[in-house]
């Protein structure tokens, strides 16, 4: 059921990213990415970068990553991704709940 409900949040993500950009031709949703850690949040940017987002519980190695052929990776390096309560809040992620791409 997880994997199911992944796969409709990266298709929500892909129909999103299409109509905000326009559709020129026709494309083909298909499934990106599979994760057994719940997502809290997905985003695609117009060059078609995935990222996704996971609740700091766990053991999650960090809280925001790119999907990059097949992996998750931290994004947009460990160092942000890093943090406990001795770090400075202001230089890590501490708690994401979604993300969202920013176009100006």
């Known amino acids: 059921m997880k994997n199911f409900k992944n796969s409709i949040i990266i298709v929500l993500?892909?129909?999103q990213s299409m109509f905000v950009y326009?559709?020129?031709q026709n494309y083909y949703i298909s499934d990106?990415?599979?994760s057994q850690i719940r997502w809290t949040g997905v985003a695609v940017s117009p060059d078609h970068r995935f990222f996704v987002s996971f609740p700091r519980e766990n053991n999650i190695p960090f809280s925001v990553g790119e999907i990059v052929e097949g992996?998750?990776?931290p994004y947009p390096n460990s160092e942000w991704n890093n943090w406990n309560l001795?770090?400075?809040a202001q230089e890590h992620f501490?708690?994401?709940f979604k993300v969202c791409i920013w176009i100006r």
């Open 13 to 15: 993500a892909c129909l």
């Open 71 to 73: 992996n998750i990776i």
């Open 86 to 88: 001795n770090l400075p």
């Open 94 to 96: 501490v708690c994401v």
């Open 32 to 34: 990106v990415q599979q």
């Open 22 to 24: 326009g559709v020129d």
